[in-house]
């Protein structure tokens, strides 16, 4: 059974949307955070959130991106707390930063 505020958006709808915004998305949060798994888990996690959202999301692309830097920040945290490796870059190498 399905909450009331959540209807179902087609899913070709996401999956264009990650097409169109994943590589660069991961990228990103890789810049950000230095951490292939973290970035990885994190863009994972904001398409998940955002199938079981469905038609909530107005902005798909601008509440992924949103999303999954909260999620990549929320885990560095988590990381920080707990004795993790947290090295993160302070700003992309300009040979990663012109490939977006």
């Given at each position: 059974m399905m909450d009331d505020h959540t209807r179902t958006r087609p899913k070709g709808v996401v999956e264009r949307v990650f097409v169109?915004?994943?590589?660069?998305?991961?990228?990103?949060?890789?810049?950000?955070?230095?951490?292939?798994?973290?970035?990885s888990d994190a863009?994972?996690?904001?398409?998940?959130?955002?199938?079981?959202?469905?038609?909530?999301v107005e902005d798909i692309r601008a509440w992924v991106w949103t999303a999954a830097?909260?999620?990549?920040?929320?885990e560095l945290r988590s990381r920080s707390r707990f004795g993790g490796p947290v090295d993160r870059p302070q700003e992309a190498p300009m040979s990663m930063a012109s490939s977006f």
């Open positions: 169109d915004v994943a590589p660069r998305l991961w990228r990103s949060v890789l810049a950000y955070t230095g951490d292939r798994e973290v970035a863009v994972a996690e904001a398409f998940a959130q955002v199938l079981r959202r469905g038609d909530a830097f909260r999620i990549a920040a929320g």
